[in-house]
């Protein structure tokens, strides 16, 4: 079955990276994603990778992907105050509008 | 862009009566919309896919008498919690496709409902 692991809690200063890891267990995951969500909001998409993928970068978020060992993790550079919320890793099986599986998330919170 | 949309963002009803949410594609055509349930500090739990004028398919343990889902147009689909108790309170997502991909489902604000 499918199953997504996340870390609870990531603590960062202002100005550090931030490196979220999620692991999950269906080989035959299609697209892996990232999720944010602020508090009492619903989840905004940050960046998305195709399996046959290893690293995707978008200006401040840099996704790598282990694929052998269902690895995948979110790096921000330079934390910002901003980027504090809760950051969901999900997978879906293939590029139709297939289910998402979403870990239960990981809290950013970003200190001064 | 793909803006989805939630009404109400919040609602307090008491027990046994029912509740409707509506989700709303707003500047896109959704052929499919998901509603999920989100307890606290816990993950989105997919409940029901809804496909425009055919009927939702729940999820395994999600009562679909209790949790009725209508998708009446390619812009809008309702969930109405029936007899709602209070271990329905919940934060309840939906979200829309735009195409094909996952990756295009756009998801709304949220709705938080809080039976007493």
């Known amino acids: 079955g499918e199953d997504v692991e996340q870390s609870l809690f990531l603590s960062v200063r202002e100005g550090d990276s931030s490196v979220i890891n999620c692991t999950y267990t269906?080989?035959?995951?299609?697209?892996l994603y990232w999720y944010k969500q602020e508090p009492g909001a619903g989840l905004q998409l940050l960046t998305y990778?195709?399996?046959?993928?290893d690293m995707k970068q978008d200006q401040r978020l840099t996704v790598l992907l282990n694929k052998k060992d269902k690895h995948l993790s979110l790096r921000i550079a330079d934390t910002q105050t901003g980027d504090s919320a809760i950051y969901f890793c999900?997978?879906?099986?293939?590029?139709?509008?297939?289910?998402?599986?979403f870990g239960k998330g990981t809290m950013l919170l970003v200190s001064p | 862009g793909a803006v989805v949309s939630q009404h109400p963002s919040w609602v307090i009803c008491k027990s046994g009566t029912s509740v409707k949410i509506e989700c709303r594609s707003l500047?896109?055509?959704?052929?499919?919309m998901f509603w999920y349930r989100q307890f606290p500090k816990q993950s989105l739990m997919l409940m029901a896919t809804?496909?425009?004028?055919?009927?939702?398919?729940?999820e395994q343990g999600v009562e679909k008498d209790k949790f009725l889902i209508n998708h009446a147009s390619l812009t809008l689909s309702t969930l109405t919690v029936t007899s709602a108790h209070p271990e329905d309170s919940s934060f309840y997502i939906c979200?829309?496709?735009?195409?094909?991909?996952?990756?295009?489902?756009?998801f709304g604000p949220g709705t938080r409902l809080t039976v007493t």
């Open positions: 979200s829309a496709t735009k195409g094909q991909g996952a990756y295009e489902q756009y």
């Open positions: 269906d080989s035959s995951s299609t697209y």
């Open positions: 990778i195709f399996s046959n993928m």
């Open positions: 999900a997978e879906s099986l293939n590029s139709g509008y297939s289910t998402l599986t």
């Open positions: 500047d896109f055509q959704a052929t499919t």
């Open positions: 809804s496909n425009e004028g055919s009927k939702a398919t729940y």
